[in-house]
Nanobody, 125 residues
Framework: VQLQASGGGLVQAGGSLRLSCAAS????????MGWFRQAPGEGREFVSA???????YYVESVKGRFTISRDNAKNTMYLHMDSLKSEDTAVYFC????????????????????WGQGTLVTVSS
């Protein structure tokens, strides 16, 4: 499985961006997917996850501002980010795994098998 993240860029605080993660290889609809981010000088942290049946989970700091979704017909996962803050500045990574039991949400980065290359989001204050 190969993952390609895109959609990052420079945005003012309060603005919006939509990240995409395109997958190739395997059966996308079977994957649990997730977004992680790594701010400058920090470790990589969990942001959001979506199961194969589109159950979702968010870290507290992005609840109500970020929305994760998937389009199985396009083999693509999205992260729509609203009300961006300077503390959202980071490289955002997408990840995929085939969990057991199926339909499970995967939130720990060590449980993900496949990773994209990251896309940089910079929020200016």
């Amino acid at each position: 499985v190969q993952l390609q993240a895109s959609g990052g860029g420079l945005v003012q605080a309060g603005g919006s961006l939509r990240l995409s993660c395109a997958a190739s290889g395997g059966t996308f609809s079977n994957y649990a997917m997730g977004w992680f981010r790594q701010a400058p000088g920090e470790g990589r942290e969990f942001v959001s996850a979506i199961s194969s049946t589109s159950s979702t989970y968010y870290v507290e700091s992005v609840k109500g501002r970020f929305t994760i979704s998937r389009d199985n017909a396009k083999n693509t996962m999205y992260l729509h980010m609203d009300s961006l803050k300077s503390e959202d500045t980071a490289v955002y990574f997408c990840a995929a795994d085939i969990p057991y039991p199926p339909n499970t949400l995967v939130v720990r980065q060590q449980d993900y098998t496949f990773w994209g290359q990251g896309t940089l989001v910079t929020v200016s204050s």
